[in-house]
């Protein structure tokens, strides 16, 4: 025989049913959730996208330097974003006219692409023909010339010869150019669904913002990603990484060029008398023979010395260091 059931009975139901929806809240309200895609996998693990940023960071350090000095001005390459996608999705994004590099690396199997913007290729040339770089002559669907594509490839050639450097911790990676395409079309280095590894430098230069794409196919880094996971590796490579860039500011401190002047001295004058100045006018200047005499660096008095002559040349002998405050800090 049926029982019916009481009010209190369905209100005891309708109860548990409610609270067995709080554990579905809960677990919305779990920032460290996040939504799983299976038809695109991530292949590439967190911890293997942390050692390419720490190795990529140095790849665009070193690439800054060699722009800058070949630019004759300031150029900085930022930090890559890293990125997962399918070849599909790349091929798509892309603009209708590029500069692509396609490119193998010794002992991988596959190629790989090096994505130029082509306004950033228009300011190197500008740049490295005598233009200012100021403006750009935005030429999105013209054909370089030969000897345009002559120089950019050489700079291309250089770029794959600061990645190999910026690896050389973890393998040998001998790049060496392919071939050379404008439309992204008719690259096919992989199939459409194959996951590739995508890291994109943000390159400022002057009042410009432009952009340069390394594209690998999963399976050509796959080899190399393993050892990514050896034992103590991130250690060395910060430890590396720490000589390596001691090692190259000591070179470009070396290097660096600096404005030196010595202050004889001063003295007030009438225009009048200025412009009436002859050779073998005698000025009072208001230090005399026997007091020190300031030399400077960039403008600002760094030493104490005394004038004179060493082998027919006038010469400055430094006798004291002066501090910030323009103290002298030795005897």
């Not at 596959?110 to 740049?127: E, H, T, W």
């Not at 290097?255 to 009072?284: A, K, R």
Request: contains cysteine; negative net charge.
């Amino acid at each position: 025989m049926s029982k019916l059931l009481t009010q209190e009975e369905i209100d005891a139901l309708l109860s548990s049913e409610s609270d067995g929806d709080k554990p579905v809240d809960v677990i919305k309200q779990n920032k460290n959730l996040r939504l799983y895609d299976f038809r695109r996998p991530e292949r590439i693990s967190k911890e293997q996208v942390k050692i390419l940023r720490n190795i990529h960071e140095n790849f665009a350090r070193l690439l800054g330097i060699y722009l800058s000095s070949t630019l004759r001005t300031m150029v900085d390459v930022k930090s890559p974003a890293i990125d997962q996608v399918t070849y599909l999705e790349f091929t798509m994004s892309a603009s209708d006219f590029t500069n692509m590099y396609i490119f193998e690396i010794e002992n991988l199997d596959g190629q790989a692409i090096m994505d130029i913007d082509p306004d950033f290729s228009f300011f190197v040339i500008d740049r490295l023909f005598g233009g200012t770089g100021t403006t750009i002559n935005r030429r999105s669907e013209s054909i370089t010339t030969v000897i345009e594509n002559s120089v950019m490839k050489n700079i291309a050639n250089k770029v794959l010869s600061i990645f190999k450097e910026a690896w050389q911790q973890i393998d040998e990676l001998n790049a060496k150019i392919v071939t050379f395409e404008t439309n992204p079309q008719l690259v096919t280095i992989a199939p459409s669904s194959e996951t590739m590894l995508i890291l994109n430098f943000p390159i400022a230069a002057r009042s410009f913002e432009f952009t340069i794409l390394l594209c690998f196919p999963y399976f050509m880094m796959e080899p190399i990603l393993k050892k990514m996971l050896s034992q103590n590796f991130m250690t060395m490579l910060k430890k590396e990484t720490a000589e390596e860039d001691f090692k190259q500011l000591e070179k470009n401190l070396t290097l660096t060029e600096v404005n030196v002047s010595v202050n004889l001295g001063s003295c007030e004058i009438l225009v009048q008398d200025f412009v009436e100045l002859e050779v073998g006018n005698i000025l009072m200047l208001d230090r005399a023979v026997s007091d020190y005499i300031e030399g400077e660096i960039e403008g600002i008095p760094k030493f104490l010395g005394e004038i004179g002559k060493k082998r027919k040349k006038m010469a400055f002998k430094i006798e004291h260091l002066l501090s910030s405050d323009g103290e002298i800090i030795n005897g």
